[in-house]
C-alpha cells in the first residue's frame, strides 16, 4: 500500500468539523509532539490536518514529569513487540500557564501559516466550572482553532462515578463562552456509552475524540515486580487496541452524527482507512 501522508498529496482529503476545513483527515493527537514548538513546525510540513496539543492542566498533583516515563514492552515477547504496546505513565502538560499558552500561540500562528487546525486539549476539576471557561477563553485567545475537554484523564473519569451533571454544567458554561467549537475525548471505559453521548449532544458539543488509551499493568514475571513502575497506569495496547476502538465507535455512530475523531492502534495506513 503507498504511504498515506503521500496519496494525500494527489486526492482532496479535506473533510470538515462544525465548519471548521482541515485539509486532511489525518490529526495528530494529543503528545509530545504537541508540546514543543519544534515539533510543531516540523509537523505542519507535513500533509496533517490538525494538531491536538499536549493536554494541560493546573492541578499542582498532575505537574509531575517522571523520568523516563514510557516503557516499550517489546522484550516482554513477540506479540508485545509486534504490536507496538507501549506502557506510559506521561502526565499532563507541566508548565505554568503563561509559559504554556505563549508557546500555544506560537503554535497556533505556525498552524495558520499552513492552512493546519490548532486543538487546544485541557481538563481541570469539575467542581469548577468557571475555571474550565477561564481555560478554554485563554486558548481561544491564543489562536486554537477548537478546543478538547479532556474528560478521558483518569482523575476526570473517576469524577463520572460522582454523577453526570456537574459535566454538563461545565460544557454548558463553556459552549456559551467560547465562539471556536469544542468536543470532548473520552476514554475507553465510559459507559453508559450511547446514554452519555446523547446527553453531551444536547448540550451542543461539536465532535468526540476517542480514545484514550486504557489503563494497565504489566508484571515482569523474572524480576517478580511490576514492568515500568508499580501502579496502573496509560496501557498502550498498540495495534490490538485497534478493534476495541473501532467498535465503540460504531455504538457511538449509531446514536448520534456529530463528527469522531478515532485514535488509537494505529501502526500502518490500513488502520487509519479503518477509521475512516
Known sequence: MPNLLNVTKYLDTHVEIAGIQFRSPIIVASSECGADVAFVKELVQKPVGAIVTKTYTSRPEHKVRIRPYQFPLRHLGRGYREGDALYSIAAPHVEQLETW?????????LCK???TVLIASFFEE???PDLWVDRAKAFEQVGARLI???FSHPHIARA???????VKIVLAKVKKAIA???GIKIGPNLDPLEQIISSWELLGINFITAHNAPAGLVIDVDQEVPFGVPSPAGYAMGRTFLPYSL?????IKRITTLPLIGVGGVGEPQHVIQYL
Request: hydrophobic share 40%; no cysteine; glycine share 4%.
Open 180 to 182: 471556536v467549537p469544542i
Open 148 to 150: 478538547e475537554l479532556n
Open 101 to 109: 499558552l505563549k508557546k500555544v500561540e506560537k503554535m497556533a500562528d
Open 113 to 115: 501559516k499552513t492552512s
Open 247 to 251: 467498535a465503540r465507535i460504531a455504538r
Open 160 to 166: 463520572f462515578s460522582k454523577g453526570i451533571d456537574r
Open 126 to 128: 469539575l467542581d469548577n
